[in-house]
């Protein structure tokens, strides 16, 4: 198991950038991948982006891409999500995510960061 932990969310008005972090600990060595995910009420939670635990690889939802950058530093176990240009509709609950070697689905969730935008 990983164990996750978020930070950075908070309010900003629209247009503006926040930088959420993830601190991972636990076994990240057998980490293949992390991502994003985000939340509102009375909704399913979303994916936002995914990155492979070596860097290379990365995905984004359509409804980030070219504002939101997901990013890794596996030396220090710290997960990035840089949100710019953020809108209102990006306000909710963002939780990160660990998917282990072998295993088919994220299996580890951090408790989630609250980011609000307003208008």
């Known amino acids: 198991q990983v164990q996750l932990v978020e930070s950075g969310g908070g309010l900003v008005q629209a247009g503006g950038s926040l930088r959420l972090s993830c601190q991972a600990s636990g076994r990240t060595g057998t980490t293949y991948a992390m991502g994003w995910f985000r939340q509102t009420p009375g909704k399913e939670r979303e994916f936002v982006a995914t990155i492979r635990w070596s860097g290379v690889s990365t995905n984004y939802a359509d409804s980030v891409k070219g504002r939101f950058a997901i990013s890794i530093d596996n030396a220090r176990n710290l997960l990035y999500l840089q949100m710019n240009s953020l809108k209102s509709e990006d306000t909710a609950i963002y939780y990160c995510?660990?998917?282990?070697?072998?295993?088919?689905?994220?299996?580890?969730w951090g408790q989630g960061t609250q980011v609000t935008v307003s208008s």
């Open positions: 995510a660990a998917q282990q070697v072998g295993r088919p689905r994220y299996d580890s």
